[in-house]
């Protein structure tokens, strides 16, 4: 049997893109703060090591798929927790089973987000903090900056970090791509969209399709992404968001 690993498995995204594998006949571990197959803080150094760890041994060392959908939203006050999941949580996972991928010349998906480019500074000095790799020095840079400061930021650096690796890790047999959503209907939107001080800024923000997607809607698209359809997408950045990057950067692609 196949073994695929699903970050953010119990809610959301995760969870549908769960649910298909798993109707695809794979053995699927899931890892989220509670609730998974394995329970993990993404948060932290432990925490991540903790998952990777699990993750290796519950798979033997040889993983078919991984999707990395765990992230929090910009409605967290905490902005260096934010970050800290979003990139750094994102960052170890995938780096630490590229061996487990590279076993089976596997396939991931990243999810990464379609704010990653909206009216984004490529020099903002999170983004630079954050690609650097120092999570010390990234969070004194952050400091006590709100998640309105550090979702955006945190998922333009995930992006590029997957874009980084694609040429190498193509060369060593693993399949590694994007996808950038737009408003989905998740507990992170609901969270967004109720906030007190960005609600409406999300609700300003167009969507020619009028409407928010679905989870399982991004799940069939990820879906394909991780199925032998796909297998000359390599560092491919998917938008999947109803038209709103295309309104918002009409001659940026």
Request: glycine share 12%; aromatic share 4%.
């Amino acid at each position: 049997m196949k073994t695929a690993v699903v970050t953010g498995s119990a809610s959301g995204i995760g969870a549908c893109v769960k649910g298909r594998l798993k109707a695809q006949g794979y053995n699927v571990i899931g890892i989220d703060l509670r609730g998974a197959s394995i329970n993990a803080d993404l948060s932290t150094p432990e925490g991540r090591k903790d998952a990777v760890d699990q993750a290796q041994e519950m798979s033997v060392g040889k993983i078919d798929r991984l999707v990395l959908a765990a992230g929090l939203g910009g409605h967290i006050a905490d902005g260096a927790l934010v970050a800290k999941v979003n990139y750094f949580g994102a960052v170890a996972i995938l780096d630490g089973l590229k061996d487990a991928l590279m076993a089976t010349s596997g396939r991931c998906v990243v999810i990464c987000s379609n704010s990653a480019q909206m009216f984004m500074d490529s020099e903002n000095p999170i983004i630079t903090a954050l690609l650097e790799g120092d999570e010390d020095a990234a969070m004194t840079v952050i400091g006590n900056q709100d998640g309105t400061k550090t979702y955006a930021t945190s998922k333009h650096a995930l992006t590029r970090a997957v874009r980084r690796r694609s040429a190498q890790w193509g060369q060593d047999g693993i399949t590694l791509n994007a996808i950038a959503p737009g408003q989905t209907a998740t507990p992170m939107q609901k969270g967004a969209a109720e906030h007190p001080t960005i609600g409406k800024a999300v609700a300003g923000i167009p969507i020619p399709k009028k409407r928010l997607a679905s989870p399982d809607e991004m799940a069939g698209v990820i879906e394909f992404m991780l199925s032998d359809a796909a297998d000359y997408m390599q560092g491919s950045v998917i938008y999947v968001d109803g038209g709103t990057d295309a309104q918002l950067r009409p001659d940026g692609f």
